[in-house]
Each structure stands twice: as C-alpha cells, then as structure tokens.
C-alpha cells in the first residue's frame, strides 16, 4: 500500500462530504438543535507530545432523535487531524502524522445555548516520519456553547485525540 493512501482517501471523502449540501440555519423552535450538516474545525492538544489541527463534518443520520421527549440527533462524524509529535527523549526523531476519524456522535441539546455529545468510533494512524500505519477504537466526550443560530465554540476531549478546542461552522 502507497504511503499516500491514507491521505488520497481522507482527501477525496472529506470533498464528497464538504460538498453535501446542509441548510443554513437552526431550527430554534426545536431548542437550538442545528438541522443540517455541520464543519467544525479545531485544535489538537495531547500533553506533553502531541499537537496539531483537524476537521469534522457533522452530517446527521437520525435528526430527530432516538428518545421521545429529549432533544436529540444522531451524526456520522467523519474527518481527520495534522498532528505533529515530539518524542519524549532525544533519541527518537519528532514527526508527523495524519489521522483519519469516523465517529457516530449522538448530540443531546439541554439547552438553547449548550449541548452534549458522546461519540465512538474509529481513528486511522498514517505517521509519515518514520513511517507506520495503524487502527484503533476512538471515544470522547464534547460540548458546544452555541453563541448563534449556526455557530457554536466546541471543547473536545477523548482518546487518542487529547483535547480538541475548536468553532462549529
């Protein structure tokens, strides 16, 4: 498999879902729930070694929820993350890598301005210096401050990523 595989693939699916169309406002009668999909973009901290900047797009699969009487929403979240990492010894050379992520985030909004999520799913590991590649679980836990009908400030964290902080777009 080519070195450049991973990021053919996270490049060309990133496009194809970029380019989904999503409707340009929220639904405020509905609590605040964005209809939609939805990008955000963000930071990556993993003290002491790891930092770098990512992407997400939200696309809900299952927008009215899954419990009557909450106000809920399942997405698929695919994206992916640059990540740059600086061993903890000199011996080792610091790096790069991209990783690619698939997730289903299941979105609780408790309020007009706040809402929750917990997400699962499957991060992909391509470092390309040294190179190696490979497959692990992802699970973290968010939360968005929406401080318009379409925009929310979004903290992040969860396992491999560390702590994401990032805007809702």
């Known amino acids: 498999m080519s070195r450049l595989s991973p990021l053919l693939v996270v490049l060309i699916s990133s496009s194809v879902f970029c380019a989904l169309p999503y409707e340009a406002h929220a639904q405020n ?3 605040g729930v964005i209809r ?3 990008l955000d973009i963000h930071g990556n901290v993993s003290l002491p070694h790891l930092f770098g900047v990512g992407f997400r797009v939200d696309i ?4 009215d929820g899954v419990i009557r009487g909450t ?3 399942i997405a698929l979240s695919p994206g992916a993350e640059l990540m740059f990492f600086r061993p903890p010894n000199d011996e080792e ?3 790069w890598g991209l990783w690619p992520v698939l997730a289903v985030q299941w979105n609780f909004y408790f309020h007009q301005r706040w809402s929750v999520f917990p997400e699962l799913g499957m991060a992909g590991f391509a470092y390309y210096r040294p190179y190696k590649s490979s497959v692990v679980p992802f699970a973290s836990l968010g939360l968005r401050y929406h401080f318009s009908s379409r925009n929310a ?8 990523s560390g702590l994401q902080v990032g805007i809702t777009l």
Request: glycine letters at 16%; aromatic letters at 8%.
């Open 29 to 31: 009668e509905n609590g």
């Open 36 to 38: 939609g999909a939805r």
């Open 60 to 63: 809900p699969i299952v927008p």
């Open 71 to 73: 106000r809920d929403e």
């Open 93 to 95: 050379t610091s790096g």
């Open 153 to 160: 400030l979004l903290f992040r964290i969860g396992f491999p």
